[in-house]
């Protein structure tokens, strides 16, 4: 497709439940982010890598999350055993060298 | 450290009015500076950038590296420009990019 591709769109689970979410860039771009946003405010920054490589993961709250880009293209961001305060919508986006980003529809993420 | 500040959270004009939509940075380094769009059920997407100094939907910005600030202006706000704007940072040569927590402007008729 033509845009940066996330699934699922919404995501409903119970807390202690593992949870995949999926990015699919645009092709061609090298840098791919995610970022996390909860309601009131803007996009905090969790991860980006340049191609498979993580080159920032700054932004990872705790060892519950985790991301791979095993290809250098789509991206999995790993959520294990979810809290209530994990609920957001998890946005993602990619980059040409150009730097500017362009984002997925994102990602909304419930946990009950 | 790279820290965006909004001021403002919402903001409310009459069309024809002038806006201005607020932006402070702190940055140690050399930032490019951007603004970014979301308009009622669509993605983000990028409005403008410092570097390309251009006016995109009569909107303007101009970075002040004194003030560290870099405010959207547009002189006469149109009804299609309600939406939320997102000032953000990125260090020029690689790097996140670091978002404000946004501004919602409502444009009345």
């Known amino acids: 497709g033509a845009g940066v591709s996330q699934t699922p769109s919404n995501k409903v689970t119970e807390k202690g439940k593992y949870v995949e979410l999926r990015c699919d860039p645009i092709?061609?771009?090298?840098?791919l982010y995610w970022y996390r946003q909860s309601l009131g405010q803007g996009p905090e920054f969790l991860i980006y890598?340049?191609?498979?490589?993580?080159?920032?993961d700054s932004g990872l709250p705790n060892d519950r999350f985790f991301a791979v880009r095993p290809e250098g293209s789509v991206s999995t961001l790993k959520i294990q055993r979810t809290e209530r305060g994990d609920s957001a919508v998890y946005l993602c986006?990619?980059?040409?060298?150009?730097?500017?980003?362009?984002f997925g529809e994102g990602s909304r993420l419930t946990v009950l | 450290a790279q820290r965006v500040t909004q001021p403002e959270k919402l903001l409310s004009v009459f069309k024809g009015a002038p806006v201005e939509l607020k932006c402070n940075y702190s940055?140690?380094?050399?930032?490019?500076l951007f603004w970014y769009v979301q308009y009622s059920r669509q993605r983000l997407q990028l409005l403008l950038r410092?570097?390309s100094r251009e006016s995109i939907k009569g909107f303007t910005a101009d970075l002040n590296k004194g003030e560290t600030s870099f405010h959207l202006k547009k002189p006469f706000a149109q009804e299609e420009d309600s939406a939320m704007y997102y000032c953000?940072?990125?260090?020029?040569?690689?790097?996140?990019?670091?978002f404000g927590d946004g501004t919602t402007l409502t444009v009345k008729p």
């Open positions: 986006a990619s980059s040409s060298p150009g730097g500017e980003l362009f």
């Open positions: 940055y140690s380094g050399s930032p490019e």
């Open positions: 092709s061609g771009h090298t840098a």
């Open positions: 953000a940072l990125k260090p020029l040569d690689a790097g996140k990019s670091t």
């Open positions: 410092h570097i």
């Open positions: 890598f340049q191609g498979t490589g993580a080159a920032d």
